[in-house]
């Protein structure tokens, strides 16, 4: 069955926001830290650990579980997902996939044709889960030529549509998409700018980390010199990916912190420098002014530089994110977006209505404060999570149970 048929073969209404994570060991370990991670990040979030599949065979020491513990448990491991970051992502947009696609398929469902009164519903639909005015009238409009050309005549024959153009929105098919302009044996610098609290420092570190993995020597620039305990709670992460970091007095220039950091990367063969700026408001043109003086010296000695700057900017923001994205590009050139705290929202809408909105990509996506919680934005892989019916996220994982969520299964160990 496909999946729009996987979603319309349910009795039931979607399940709960949090689908079971109880049964599934991997996404256990690796779900996001409860508030304790904050602010110093004194005790840097744990990284997500590989799957546990050894744990799974405990179903056969169960009564209950005898024989079927043993069978589930081997087609776990059968079936056990090629990528655990697309699980990590799937789990993360629980609350958005429940918010958009979940509604919208109650809609369809409930629906006994195309109407109207479905078309005003869908409208608010999207507009509630933050898809924004430009990508909704450009869903709609698309969406109803389909019904036209194609001779639809079931609501549920329009999921698929509107993932087709949800994906045109999201640019699906361009190749470049998650890829940041950096390359190995040159300085590659990276400003990372945004408003208070958006994810930019933690997005650094993540960054680094991921680069890191990839082979990169990784140098991060303390660059936020103006919120007390910002060079501090950057030197916690550089202590704990072992890079190093350099840094200024708390209220020094900004711009002088960029500038020896890359003269520093030049001297120790640094191919990534990673700035972390301080949180400004777009609305105060000093400090916007101030961010045009730390892209123009990070050019100075080293022409192409900044090679990237990425705007980090708060999901859970919704539309707020649009009008910071506005200014923020007029002030710095942006040359990419980081989502950041996907997770726990039901407003990822967002990603489309920015989509609809800029020329500038989504770079990277937030699904949570460890360091293996930034993912490359990759439009498929997105919609594959965003569309993937409920119980089947992490599903593969599990076997194929149809249990509903929260509900261990019998015979899963503990
Ligand atoms: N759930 C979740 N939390 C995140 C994510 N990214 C960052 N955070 C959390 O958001 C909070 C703020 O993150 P920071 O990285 O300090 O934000 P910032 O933009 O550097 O903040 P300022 O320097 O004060 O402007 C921290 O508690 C992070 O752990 C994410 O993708 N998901
Ligand atoms: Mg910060």
Wanted: aromatic content about 4%.
């Amino acid at each position: 069955m496909d999946r729009l048929g996987r979603w319309f073969g349910r009795s039931k209404n979607p399940p709960a926001e949090e689908p079971s994570t109880t049964e599934n060991p991997e996404v256990e370990v690796a779900a996001p830290l409860a508030s304790g991670v904050g602010e110093n990040h004194q005790e840097p979030p744990r990284e997500a650990s590989p799957p546990a599949v050894p744990n799974e065979a405990a179903p056969a020491t169960n009564a209950s579980g005898g024989l079927r513990g043993i069978w589930e448990a081997t087609r776990r491991l059968a079936l056990t997902p090629v990528d655990p970051f697309f699980e990590k992502m799937a789990e993360g947009l629980n609350r958005t996939r429940q918010n958009l696609v979940g509604q919208v398929v109650d809609l369809f469902r409930s629906h006994g044709k195309i109407d109207e009164e479905l078309w005003e519903d869908l409208e608010a639909i999207l507009l509630t889960a933050d898809v924004g005015v430009g990508a909704t009238d450009r869903i709609l409009e698309a969406l109803r030529g389909s019904v036209h050309e194609k001779k639809l005549r079931e609501p549920s024959e329009l999921l698929d549509e509107l993932r087709e153009v949800m994906g045109r929105i999201l640019g699906a098919d361009n190749p470049q998409a998650g890829a940041l302009k950096v390359e190995k044996g040159r300085v590659n610098v990276v400003l990372l700018v945004g408003v208070n609290g958006t994810g930019k420092t933690t997005t650094t570190a993540k960054l680094a980390h991921h680069y890191q993995k990839q082979g990169f020597k990784v140098l991060l620039a303390a660059a936020d010199t103006f919120r007390a305990a910002a060079i501090d709670q950057l030197q916690v992460w550089a202590d704990r990916l072992g890079v190093d970091l350099v840094r200024h007095r708390e209220g020094s220039d900004p711009a002088a912190v960029v500038y020896d950091a890359i003269a520093a990367a030049q001297a120790r063969g640094v191919d990534l420098v990673l700035v972390d700026t301080a949180g400004r408001l777009h609305s105060k043109a000093n400090l916007m002014e101030e961010l045009k003086k730390i892209r123009r010296v990070s050019g100075k000695d080293l022409p192409d530089a900044p090679h990237e700057v990425l705007l980090v900017l708060d999901a859970t923001t919704g539309q707020n994110a649009l009008e910071q994205a506005r200014v923020f590009h007029q002030a710095t050139e942006l040359t990419g977006l980081v989502l950041c705290k996907l997770d726990g929202t039901a407003r990822g809408g967002i990603i489309v209505a920015i989509a609809q909105e800029f020329q500038i990509p989504v770079k990277y996506i937030g699904v949570g404060e460890g360091l293996e919680d930034l993912q490359p934005f990759i439009p498929q892989q997105f919609l594959e999570a965003l569309f993937e019916q409920p119980s089947e996220v992490g599903e593969e994982s599990r076997g194929g149970q149809k249990e509903p969520a929260g509900k261990a299964s019998e015979g899963s160990g503990s």
